[in-house]
C-alpha cells in the first residue's frame, strides 16, 4: 500500500497507469482519441535535457498541430543510490552496472511530474493543491480544481500524455544513454563503494 504523504506529493508511472483507468468515465472513447494521436503523428521526442525529457505530441485532430509535452524524473540521485548497487543489476561479469537494467528499475519506481502544453491538460486535468496529484505537475502549481469540466477529477493524463506513456517504455535504452552521459561520474561513484575489495594475499610470518 502506498504510503499517504507519498499519495500526496508524489505519483510513479505505476501510479499514473492506475489512475488512468477511470478516464473512460469522463470520454468514453478515450483510447480511441489515443489511438487517434498515433494514426496522426504519435510521439517524438524532441530534446532530452539533465533532468527533463520534452516530447511533440501530434494531435489526434488536427493535421501538423502538435503539442510540448514535458516529463521530469524526480529524485534521480537517490534512485541511482537505490538500484546501482544491486548486483542483481549488474552485467554477468559483475564488473559493473548495467545502465539497461538500471534504467528500467528507476522507470519503474520513479516519481515523476508531467506537464502538456494542450486545453484537456488544462482545463480538465489540474493538478491542485488540494488533489494527490499537486505535486506531479511539472512548471507552474495550479490552485483551482476543475469543478466544471472534471470535477471528479477522472484521470490524470490528457490523450497526448497517454500517448508517451504508452511509448516510453521503448525508451529504455535511450534512458540508460541518458543515464551514462549525464551521470557517469555518481554512477561510478556508487559502483566504486559497491564493489568488494580484493582480498590481498597474506604473508607468511617468519618463525
Known amino acids: 500500500m502506498i504510503d499517504l504523504l507519498q499519495q500526496l506529493n508524489e ?5 499514473i497507469a492506475k489512475r488512468q483507468k477511470d478516464i473512460t468515465k469522463l ?3 478515450f483510447f480511441d482519441r489515443v489511438q487517434a494521436v498515433a494514426d496522426k503523428g504519435g510521439v517524438r521526442l524532441n530534446n532530452l535535457q539533465t533532468d527533463l525529457w520534452q516530447f511533440r505530441v501530434h494531435s489526434g485532430t488536427d493535421d501538423n498541430k502538435w503539442y510540448e509535452f514535458n516529463f521530469h ?3 534521480l540521485v537517490n534512485l541511482l543510490n537505490k538500484y546501482v548497487p544491486d548486483k ?3 552485467t ?3 564488473q559493473r552496472a548495467d545502465l539497461r537494467k538500471v534504467a528500467r528499475a528507476i522507470f519503474f519506481d520513479a516519481d515523476v511530474q508531467i506537464e502538456c502544453s494542450c486545453p484537456a491538460a488544462q482545463y480538465y486535468h489540474h493538478y491542485t493543491q488540494s488533489r494527490p496529484k499537486y505535486d506531479a505537475k511539472y512548471g507552474r502549481k495550479e490552485n483551482r480544481p476543475p469543478v466544471k469540466r472534471n470535477p471528479n477529477e477522472y484521470g490524470i493524463l490528457c ?4 500517448a508517451v506513456l504508452k511509448t516510453l517504455p521503448f525508451y529504455i535504452t535511450t534512458i540508460a544513454k541518458w543515464l551514462k552521459e549525464n551521470y557517469a561520474d555518481k554512477i561510478k561513484e556508487i559502483q566504486d563503494k559497491t564493489r568488494e575489495p580484493e582480498t590481498e594475499p597474506e604473508v607468511e610470518q617468519e618463525t
Open 11 to 15: 505519483i510513479s508511472i505505476s501510479g
Open 27 to 29: 470520454f468514453p472513447t
Open 73 to 75: 524524473i524526480k529524485d
Open 88 to 90: 542483481s543489476l549488474w
Open 92 to 94: 554477468k561479469d559483475k
Open 159 to 162: 490523450k497526448h500524455g497517454n
